[in-house]
């Protein structure tokens, strides 16, 4: 098993550090009109993006793919969190996932990655270490095979330190609405802390390259945490000069006319694409946005 360097380990600095919950939902807003943008140019081109999230239980993985998923079209993603593998799944561990991957035109988000096979399932010894010696020497293959193949792939790492889980699990158990997070499981991997970051190490060692780098983000805050996955993914994947935090309330509706029809309710994103066509006399995309944005019009004509 080659050693890399791991320079390819990027720790994301977050601009969200001690944001207030009325600038949270302001910029979760922003961010929110973007990857929708971005889902209905995939859906339209029909490319395959495929964004995993690992980390710790209580980490803030599937809270923070739901901020993702909470204004998409539900037709054009899909959010992957398998359950505990069966023996012949565990043996295939590849083929186990490669059956979830993107379709053509599809966001797919795993909430846990095929690199439980680097981290829980070492630590709690579900997998021999034949097969996980087999997962480290042939992932960054596998994963690089599949980027050829026309899959963007996003690999996020959250960080939690040992009192924020803590603190997490607490309120998990004491509230009765997520009481069902908490396994015993968490608990016993909680006890082997330890071994869990000598194998998470080993996996930025050995699994990072330029084609498929890991991101690491801070997850002690929630709300930093997922704002800054969300604009690195606006980022990467559309708006590059996007600009956090410029305050901007884009839950402001606007309204237009466009050959004689008053147009209500819209948002800035759909605003400004009228306002362009009626600029420019060019109404040909109309029907298309329509069919791309379904809240297109919803309080128009």
């Not at 097969?131 to 293959?141: A, C, G």
């Not at 095979?145 to 026309?150: A, C, P, Q, S």
Request: charged content about 30%; glycine content about 6%; aromatic content about 14%.
């Amino acid at each position: 098993m080659k050693k890399l360097t791991g320079k390819k380990v990027h720790i994301i600095e977050s601009p969200y550090s001690g944001i207030n919950l009325k600038d949270y939902n302001i910029e979760k807003r922003r961010l929110q009109l973007e990857l929708l943008s971005i889902q209905q140019r995939v859906a339209k081109l029909g490319q395959r993006v495929c964004i995993t999230f690992d980390g710790r239980d209580a980490a803030g993985k599937g809270s923070t793919i739901l901020r993702f998923t909470q204004n998409l079209m539900p037709k054009f993603y899909r959010i992957v969190d398998l359950p505990i593998p069966t023996s012949k799944e565990s043996k295939y561990w590849f083929r186990r996932y490669e059956q979830y991957l993107p379709r053509n035109g599809e966001m797919v988000f795993f909430d846990r990655s095929w690199y439980n096979r680097a981290l829980i399932e070492p630590t709690m010894g579900y997998c021999s270490k034949k097969q996980y010696k087999y997962f480290m020497s042939k992932v960054l293959e596998w994963e690089h095979k599949l980027i050829d193949e026309g899959i963007k792939q996003i690999k996020f790492y959250l960080s939690v330190d040992p009192e924020h889980q803590l603190y997490r699990f607490q309120e998990r158990l004491s509230d009765p609405l997520k009481f069902w997070k908490f396994s015993e499981n968490d608990y016993n991997a909680r006890k082997k802390w330890e071994t869990y970051t000598n194998y998470k190490n080993q996996m930025f060692s050995h699994t990072v390259s330029k084609k498929s780098p890991w991101l690491i983000v801070d997850s002690n805050s929630r709300k930093d945490s997922r704002l800054t996955c969300m604009l690195y993914v606006v980022r990467m994947l559309g708006n590059k000069k996007f600009v956090p935090l410029t305050g901007q309330d884009v839950s402001e509706k606007y309204q237009i006319e466009v050959n004689g029809v008053v147009y209500r309710g819209l948002n800035r994103l759909q605003y400004s694409v009228l306002q362009d066509l009626v600029e420019n006399r060019t109404y040909e995309g109309y029907e298309e946005l329509r069919l791309m944005d379904p809240l297109f019009g919803k309080d128009g004509d």
